[in-house]
């Protein structure tokens, strides 16, 4: 363990005293001479890694290497690539898109309802026309292998039952090998959840782009994605070099605007 921990890194080293700290305290109680580290010495012990921002060309050519998926023309490639892009579009969680039911789709208004998420909530996501005709172009495929009612996936497995979190992970992985992407975030590989960080990074960016109000939309975005706290949704932004370069143009701005009018 030694020998191992020499090599780990200081992340690493708190997360471990993470872990002993209760031993410790129990220890104290029992021996009060027990002697163990109270601060941060190694810095943070928690952390959210930098995730892998999509490009537009990959995110297209992950949907077009769904569709190339066999049987060519079955349910199994046009249900890939309508979870996929229906990730991308909307920012869902996977979690999410597989729980969708036929009845929470309302193709008419262009609307999404979203159930029992994460925190116990329901809400509404508006979907962009684009992303209503592509969910046409699925439920119209769907109809030819399986009968459906309101209560009914929207999304199934070939043998036309619930359509598993793991398989569509290792259909993720599979195409992910055959387009040989480099992960650009602190992550060994590009993630599902990959795409719900770079709907919520380029949809700010395009913001902060046509000089939008941040807060409000801000406030607007959370209640989208469905989280819980405002600050969940800045979290989401850390470590993306193109939108901090733009906030940072932006706070430039701010502090000349600042400064003239201090100066005048």
């Not at 943070?44 to 297209?60: G, K, M, N, T, V």
């Not at 998926?69 to 996977?94: K, Q």
């Not at 195409?175 to 770079?198: N, P, S």
Request: hydrophobic share 40%; aromatic share 8%.
């Amino acid at each position: 363990m030694q020998g191992q921990a020499r090599h780990a890194t200081p992340f690493s080293w708190a997360r471990r005293l993470d872990v002993l700290r209760p031993f410790a305290r129990y220890l104290a109680r029992l021996e009060p001479a027990t002697e163990f580290p109270q601060t941060a010495i190694f810095g943070p012990s928690h952390r959210r890694l930098a995730p892998h921002i999509y490009s537009e060309q990959e995110i297209c050519d992950l949907l077009a290497a769904a569709r190339r998926l066999a049987p060519h023309g079955g349910l199994r490639p046009a249900t890939y690539e309508t979870v996929f892009g229906l990730i991308a579009a909307t920012g869902l969680r996977i979690s999410e898109a597989l729980h969708l039911r036929c009845g929470d789709v309302d193709l008419d208004q262009g609307v999404l309802t979203v159930r029992n998420t994460k925190f116990r909530k329901s809400r509404h996501v508006p979907m962009h026309p684009t992303v209503v005709a592509a969910l046409n172009r699925y439920t119209a495929v769907r109809a030819r292998h399986s009968a459906s009612n309101l209560d009914s996936l929207l999304f199934l497995s070939s043998s036309g039952g619930a359509l598993p979190k793991r398989t569509v992970h290792g259909v993720f992985q599979q195409l992910r090998g055959e387009l040989g992407w480099t992960a650009r975030g602190a992550y060994a590989q590009a993630r599902i959840h990959d795409l719900r960080h770079t709907f919520i990074c380029r949809r700010v960016q395009l913001w902060h782009e046509h000089g939008a109000d941040i807060g409000n939309a801000m406030a607007a975005l959370s209640t989208y994605v469905g989280h819980a706290k405002v600050s969940d949704t800045y979290w989401y932004l850390t470590g993306v070099p193109d939108l901090m370069a733009i906030a940072g143009q932006r706070f430039e701005l701010f502090a000349d605007t600042v400064g003239g009018s201090h100066h005048g």
